[in-house]
């Protein structure tokens, strides 16, 4: 199986694209670059879904839901927004198709007077609406997440990583003052953190974007930066202070506790599915996927082995008690009792990144026994059926700290100090991240982009600019930060 | 309070939107027919939604995701679907807006080579990935549902009910035979039954749609059906048969166990945001809202009633105990510490249809005790602390099975069988529900719907057609039916 597998330590990119299709997570959609979900790829995303709602229910969010489709002229409202956006933006014209000729064409009298667009984004539509929610400070915060689909029609796709439509969560909330607002985009900041280390087992450094990088309307936008096995970065989340930006556009002020008017303070913060890229990405090998235990749709896959109708029953009735113990500690197991033989089941089990493989056959069942082998480090046991629930746990535990621990080193290993621009480029050319000193300059930024395609990545939260001076420029760094070439 | 809504027995409409709003259920978006599904609306359709995702999971079906974008060529691929959806269709013609004399504008350079419908429903776009995916006997059965928001542009719409764009799940399986398709289309309707009368509290007929209410592309339509407090009927749930039509639409065949080819037996069915419209319309009375306990996102509402900050907190260490036994039986409660005074709290938490509501005054502290009163009849308790988690549990399901019992009368009672046409027209004019013969002719469906508005909601299950002559005809009745006028 694995010959047909692009390599992927000198073709990462045909590697990725072949083992998304053949591991079932996803396909192409009839429209170029769209993506069909498909439901190994979309219990993947359950999961990360079901994890990050529960933690932003737990800190007093609630979800609603708001219209896909946006009035044209609510873009332009904010100035930097609608620059962002326009250029992606699919825009709906008309109502009705009409038969003609024997094809189906589009009814020119069903032209719509003014476009609306698919929401790239939520803000313009949410702040309409916060607009006629929020009077008073009594009214205020307003905590409101929502999971959506949003199309924003890209030029370059890749499956999950940067697709025309793709699904994410994006929270809008309302605060009184500047700090609240500040301390809830770092909050949800922390929650992304959480989320992507302790869940999807990928280390990320936390910081600020500067001025170019950040989002279209935000004061200021925090990300998580994740390293990719070919040593470029991923973006897997952000979180946008807004100031009062959106408030001013939709004119939403709020009376304060002392009688006064004053606009809305405002974030806003997302993942999406390119999250399952950034999986895959980080902890994929030559055999293909390794989905850490917390947020895998399949913990356990157990491979019947067995030559015959007899001995097929014996073993049924063994996984039967199997699989109590495997519902006991609330292990997600699958049973995969298909046609074909168990060395392509290993083969196509370890490709779908399950993190154990239960083999049973007739010698198992005699004596008591089941053989356990991880896919994260191919290690293999042969367990008595007693010890089962135990290694289960303690495998399951022990393969998501190896794995972060894994890309943990990876990163490390491959953030670099540099002494002259010179190395730098070397650096960025070979890949890798580079903690560098930055003058501050909107210059010396694009300068270096353009120069190397490497972007700042991010401020981040640890730097210590104090005695650095800039890669670039060579004057004292204003910044401490983090370059790399990104997806 | 309920003095500034509508009259629910002369004006049920008014009402309706009224009360919508009013509760914070719902509220209109900027685009025409658009909703926005406010934070207390979506967290009872999460609830909605939890149900039937356990139930379809457990019977073996998987979600995925398909985009929301269809070529405009695919939705002709089927006659009779063409047909049915061409004149409600969002048609994406252009993807970049630009900016020209201070105004925003559809940039032309950007305009589509082949236009893009945004779903109004996903058969089309399913089945040309069903075609990718199924080769042989063994890729069936597939059992997939995906959660998703559609657009449909209607010309009169109504929060929940009919909206240009509702969330809804659409199933859709392939079969490699017609009894299993057609299983699968009546297993779900059960579901479908089972969701409505077991959680939402609203009984249910069920049935098989005629030809000319049938889904556009189905075989055959199964549907549940509901009366509502007017006496209308509204169609809560519809499973299609869609025999062998779109699999010859998208040439989907697959090698059958002995080695033929045939073309793949399919199945699709859907339920929307439009049962919330169902739960308010089943339910509501002057106050407002019933909410089901089975699905209400606050079961118990917890009024604390205090002079001073003394009293205040004397009651809130009181309700912090009160707290632990309702988390012990997994109730889903709310404190309203708000500033307002408890009469306005009552009213609002009885418009908002909350089960039960909890009082908590000085004197219950003293005694230990706490006053109940259920919002389906306003029955009043004073409850020892002791008994409480017991009283609760009683009550969330005699309250469960009280609004049923009540909407089952109210149904019951209102559906008539009737001896004339004269008498068809005056039930249908003062309104209600009809069990009478049905020749079985198009032509007598459609002159009975001209000349009343009334409809054939279902042939349902439990018909007796025999010695039944037609209602309209006089001729002898193929089917008993059931008409009313529907939302």
New interface residues.
């Given amino acids: 199986m694995s010959k047909n597998i692009p390599d992927i330590d000198t073709d990462i990119s045909s590697w990725y694209n072949k083992i998304v299709i053949k591991a079932g997570l996803a ?1 192409y ?3 170029k670059g ?6 190994y ?3 993947l ?2 999961n990360i879904k079901e994890v990050f709602d529960s933690m932003i229910k737990k800190t007093g969010h ?15 409202k904010e100035a930097e927004h ?1 620059d962002g956006f ?14 003609e000729d024997n ?2 064409v ?1 009814d020119p009298e ?1 032209r719509l007077e003014e ?4 929401r790239p984004t939520s803000e313009t ?1 949410i702040w ?2 916060y607009k ?2 929020i009077q008073s400070y ?1 009214d205020l915060p307003i905590l ?1 997440n929502q999971w ?2 949003v ?1 924003r ?1 890209e030029m370059r796709t890749r499956l999950f990583l940067r697709t ?2 793709f ?1 994410w969560q994006e929270g809008h909330t309302a605060h009184k003052n500047k700090q609240e607002a500040e301390k809830e985009t770092l909050d949800i900041l922390e929650l992304y953190r959480k989320l992507a280390e302790d869940y999807l087992a990928v280390p990320v450094f936390t910081g600020l974007k500067t001025e170019s990088e950040k989002f279209a309307g935000a004061d200021r936008t925090y990300c998580i930066e994740a390293m990719m096995l070919d040593k470029r970065a991923l973006q897997a989340g952000t979180s946008h202070n807004l100031g009062q930006n959106f408030a001013k556009a939709f004119d939403v002020k709020f009376q304060t506790e002392d009688n006064k008017e004053e606009f809305v303070w405002a974030t806003s913060w997302g993942i999406s599915t390119r999250l399952i890229g950034g999986i895959i990405l980080a902890h994929g090998d030559q055999k293909g996927l390794k989905i850490p235990p917390n947020i895998a749709p399949i913990q356990v896959v157990l491979i019947p082995i067995f030559r015959d109708a007899e001995q097929r029953q014996e073993i049924e009735r063994y996984i039967h008690s199997i699989i109590g113990s495997l519902e006991d500690i609330g292990a997600r197991y699958f049973v995969d009792w298909s ?1 074909s033989s168990p060395g392509y089941k290993f083969n196509e089990w370890e490709m779908k990144g399950v993190p154990v493989r239960m083999e049973i056959g007739p010698r198992d069942v005699e004596s008591n026994k089941v053989v356990l082998v991880r896919r994260d480090n191919g290690e293999k046991y042969s367990i008595s059926f007693d010890e089962l629930s135990d290694k289960i746990n303690m495998l399951l535990i022990d393969i998501q700290s190896s794995l972060f621990n894994q890309a943990k080193s990876f990163r490390d290993n491959n953030t670099h100090t540099v002494q002259s621009y010179e190395e730098f480029k070397n650096i960025i050319e070979s890949g890798g991240f580079i903690r560098c000193g930055w003058d501050g300059s909107d210059e010396t930024e694009s300068k270096i982009k353009e120069e190397t395609k490497a972007t700042i990545r991010c401020i981040p939260f640890d730097e210590n600019p104090k005695n650095l001076n800039c890669i670039y420029s060579g004057g004292p760094a204003k910044h401490e930060v983090i370059y790399a070439k990104a997806y």
């Fill in positions: 396909d959609g009839p429209v769209t993506m069909v979900i498909k439901p790829g979309f219990q995303w359950e609630t979800n609603a839901y708001f219209p896909l489709l946006i009035p044209k002229s609510f873009l332009a609608v326009a250029k992606e933006c699919a825009v709906v014209t008309h109502t009705r198709l009409k038969s094809d189906i589009v069903s476009e609306v667009i698919i539509v309409s609406m006629k929610w009594r409101i959506a689909n199309v029609w025309t439509e699904l046609d």
